[in-house]
């Protein structure tokens, strides 16, 4: 559960840092299974890279790749703050890695799927929200997340590509931490300018009448799907509204 005052940040800022959330050992086994598959995508030549020089590397689709990630998504306190803005319905969007090598140049500050694509003004309630995972300390120089406080509430604009604002603040923090994001809230990686690689999960959820991301019922295999709890049912989607068929 939230307290009021982590409720009322999340309302007026559009973000909320929930410090040392995560134990080490779990940090730990998160950063080296992220990293192992980000490797083995690379070297089977699946390795989905982006940015100049391909200094970052996402790794989707965490819910079929670990039961470590089946377990993380249903961390209590994450899901509590994600159901405050989504309702305890939500469902997941995507599940990724996002891995910043030294050198990755600042991502740019944006709205999340599919918000930049809706007529404005946009809802003035949150469609989607995300929680970003530190799996290594965030500091100032290794890319961590920043963000445009109360941003959430510009309900007409996007952020300029190219633009720096003042108001934009870097979120820094002790791995284990975990940053919940207003998905309207404008937002983006910084740069990595430190010689160390920066490691964060990305869990990224929806309200249940939106379609996620990623289409779960696709992509997860059936022994995940067999194994999975109710919350990791109800978050893959499996119930939400029926299609009514008849
Ligand atoms: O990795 C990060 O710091 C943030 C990534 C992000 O903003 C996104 O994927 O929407």
Not at 16 to 25: D, F, G, Q, S
Not at 43 to 65: C, E, F, H, P
Not at 125 to 130: I, K, M, Y
Request: include cysteine; aromatic fraction near 8%.
């Amino acid at each position: 559960m939230l307290n009021d005052l982590e409720k009322s940040h999340l309302d007026e800022y559009g973000y909320l840092l929930l410090k040392n959330m995560i134990p080490t050992e779990i940090v730990t086994e998160l950063r080296i299974r992220s990293l192992d598959i980000a490797v083995s995508e690379q070297a089977s030549g699946n390795g989905y890279t982006y940015m100049k020089d391909n200094r970052a590397q996402r790794v989707w689709n965490l819910i079929n790749k670990g039961e470590v990630f089946e377990d993380a998504i249903q961390h209590t306190k994450m899901l509590a703050a994600i159901e405050y803005l989504l309702g305890t319905d939500c469902t997941l969007s995507s599940f990724t890695v996002n891995i910043l090598y030294p050198g990755a140049p600042d991502g740019g500050l944006h709205i999340d799927y599919p918000l930049s694509t809706l007529p404005t003004p946009r809802p003035n309630f949150p469609l989607v929200a995300n929680s970003v995972w530190f799996l290594d300390d965030f500091t100032l120089e290794n890319g961590s997340t920043s963000c445009v406080p109360s941003s959430h509430h510009r309900l007409n604009s996007v952020p300029e590509p190219g633009i720096e604002y003042d108001d934009e603040k870097q979120i820094c923090g002790p791995a284990g931490s975990v940053l919940i994001l207003n998905g309207a809230v404008w937002h983006g990686s910084s740069e990595n300018r430190s010689d160390t690689t920066r490691v964060a999960l990305l869990g990224f959820f929806c309200r249940s009448i939106l379609k996620p991301q990623q289409d779960h019922f696709k992509i997860v295999s059936d022994d995940v799907i067999d194994r999975a709890s109710p919350t990791l049912k109800r978050l893959l989607g499996f119930n939400s509204l029926p299609n009514l068929n008849t």
